[in-house]
């Protein structure tokens, strides 16, 4: 479908129904192609399983995902989800890099039962994906700390002040009701946004959200006696790229000003209205909001802002340096409670081979009665932990053989990848499949030079899109061609600086022989609390491609 039409689909859609209700009563398997567009808004794509193309008929899938501001669920919600991914699902959950999970492998005809069923459940997959405000992310360390309580709080305002406001979502997939109205809706319009919309919530000092790489956020800062002071309002983040198109590019935000905490959701909606107002709808690739900030500059957006709201913006507030924290293993949550944080790779929530990690996560949830919390890192955080009981969990998950932070390596507690193949009909190359195999070169390879245990921000994408936030890693890995991918090196810890790409089409089995000279050069330069991409950041790419052009056969880019 055309960049124009899906304009037109929107506009045409009668409040995002459009061939919907009968899309989902035809007895084929796929949807019709304004019913591919619309679905996204409900919080699905349709997709094919790309390992059996060739087949005399394509096996339609559906991936749906779930909508949970802050990553957050209750016991019985978590539950709930891992029921339909056995009842409807292909088995696992995943956990996104924006703290929501997607069922992999729904057919179309258990598409309504699996949405109904989490509705039921108080969740929706209303916003999740499409042109609107996605899932609002949170710092989700769980804690009885009233700054963290009202910070997320605020995530959830957010999150409901952004919900498209038509009627669609409950009568096509809960209610069943053929109604058709016209709803009035004061943020989206007829035509909803230009592209989708990325935000999130930081606490000043810890970038566990990627903060920089949103299209709009909020940096939490207290006064001394501990009080919310307001939130730095950061805008025009980004992570998309087209391979061999310069016009697209990926971006950090810019710190725009301060705002009073009563002023945090309306701040952020007015970003978003200049997104609706300004952002391209005739090319999707140059729709996001941070080429309106690229191309405005920081003083005429503020100037747009400023004109949008009743309220004073301040000049930012100083805030502290970005750390990251996981929030993996053991966290003491408030008196007598603490939570445990369990590391997954790639998100893929499963039981393979002897560990049994689904199994695992189920078995502490209700025997327990744990919360569950999701990472950006796509981590799991299981909380409301009492003292006394912390053996007892531990024993469960050793039972289960679930690998907890203590087992892992630096560089895999510290990677990423996307789903790519073979349900992403985007992927180039092989991302979340692969990652293993590269987590145990690259750890190889530390070892050879006398780092093992390096920890190092690791992504991984099969294609240039940025789902896994590639763009802002120490090191990552983006798909170029089957089993070849562009490198990118020199993002810092934090998230605070852009990665550069450094060689193009790198063979998946010389990635680690291409990363060994400069692990051994960072070994023996390196300089106090610098991390491998301050390194590489520091050295400069010539300096660099001396030290592997003997190593690599890859071509340098530029």
């Not at 859609?13 to 808004?41: C, M, N, T, Y």
């Not at 307001?230 to 016009?247: R, S, Y």
């Not at 009073?260 to 996001?288: L, M, Q, S, W, Y």
């Not at 408030?334 to 393979?352: A, F, H, K, M, T």
Request: with cysteine; glycine share 10%; net charge negative.
């Amino acid at each position: 479908m055309s960049k124009l039409n899906v304009e037109q689909v929107k506009a045409e859609s009668q409040g995002l129904r459009g061939p919907l209700p009968s899309d989902l009563e035809s007895a084929d398997a796929f949807l019709s192609e304004a019913g591919k567009v619309l679905i996204k808004f409900h919080g699905s794509y349709e997709q094919t399983n790309r390992d059996k193309r060739g087949a005399a008929a394509k096996e339609y899938i559906f991936m749906v995902r779930s909508k949970l501001p802050g990553g957050r669920l209750t016991a019985q919600q978590y539950l709930a989800h891992d029921d339909i991914a056995t009842r409807y699902g292909n088995g696992t959950l995943r956990i996104t890099t924006r703290q929501g999970i997607q069922f992999h492998g729904v057919v179309k005809g258990h598409l309504r039962d699996t949405i109904r069923d989490l509705n039921h459940a108080l969740v929706t997959t209303f916003g999740a994906c499409g042109d609107v405000v996605r899932n609002v992310m949170c710092c989700p360390a769980p804690s009885d700390d009233p700054q963290r309580v009202v910070v997320q709080q605020i995530a959830d305002a957010l999150s409901a002040a952004t919900l498209p406001r038509t009627k669609a979502y409950h009568q096509i997939w809960v209610d069943g009701e053929a109604i058709v109205a016209d709803e009035d809706d004061p943020l989206y319009g007829t035509t909803y946004l230009p592209r989708k919309f990325k935000a999130a919530i930081a606490f000043a000092g810890d970038n566990c959200m990627d903060i920089f790489t949103n299209d709009a956020g909020l940096i939490a800062l207290f006064d001394d006696d501990g009080t919310l002071a307001g939130f730095n309002v950061v805008a025009g983040g980004g992570m998309g790229v087209t391979h061999n198109k310069e016009a697209t590019f990926a971006r950090l935000a810019d710190v725009v000003g301060f705002v009073a905490p009563e002023h945090a959701v309306d701040v952020i909606t007015a970003i978003v209205t200049v997104h609706r107002d300004f952002g391209d709808r005739t090319n999707r690739k140059h729709a996001r909001l941070k080429y309106v900030l690229e191309e405005w500059g920081i003083e005429k957006f503020r100037e747009e802002l400023r004109a949008r709201v009743p309220f004073t913006i301040e000049p930012p507030r100083p805030m502290p340096a970005f750390v990251v924290h996981d929030h993996l293993g053991w966290n003491r949550q408030g008196p007598d409670l603490w939570s445990i944080g369990i590391p997954v790779d790639s998100g893929r929530i499963g039981d393979v081979g002897d560990e049994r990690l689904r199994t695992g996560i189920r078995a502490v949830v209700q025997q327990f009665g744990t919360d569950v919390q999701l990472t950006a890192q796509q981590n799991i955080l299981l909380s409301g932990i009492r003292t006394a009981d912390r053996e007892a969990v531990e024993a469960v998950l050793e039972a289960h053989q679930v690998v907890t932070v203590g087992q892992i390596s630096g560089v895999r507690r510290n990677s990423l990848a996307c789903p790519a193949l073979p349900t992403c009909g985007l992927a180039i190359s092989e991302a979340e499949r692969v990652l293993p195999r590269v987590m145990a070169d690259i750890d190889q390879a530390l070892d050879q030079v006398g780092l093992p245990g390096l920890p190092i921000v690791f992504r991984m994408t099969g294609c240039p899109n940025g789902c896994a936030r590639p763009y802002v890693a120490e090191v990552a890995l983006v798909g170029r061609s089957l089993d070849k991918y562009l490198l990118y090196l020199g993002g810092d810890v934090a998230g605070s600086r852009l990665a550069r790409p450094f060689l193009d089409l790198v063979p998946i089995g010389r990635v680690a022989a291409t990363l060994t000279p400069l692990l051994a050069a960072f070994r023996d330069d390196r300089r106090e609390g610098e991390g491998f991409g301050d390194f590489c950041d520091r050295l400069g790419f010539d300096a660099l491609k001396g030290l592997v052009a003997a190593a690599t056969d890859a071509q340098p880019v530029g």
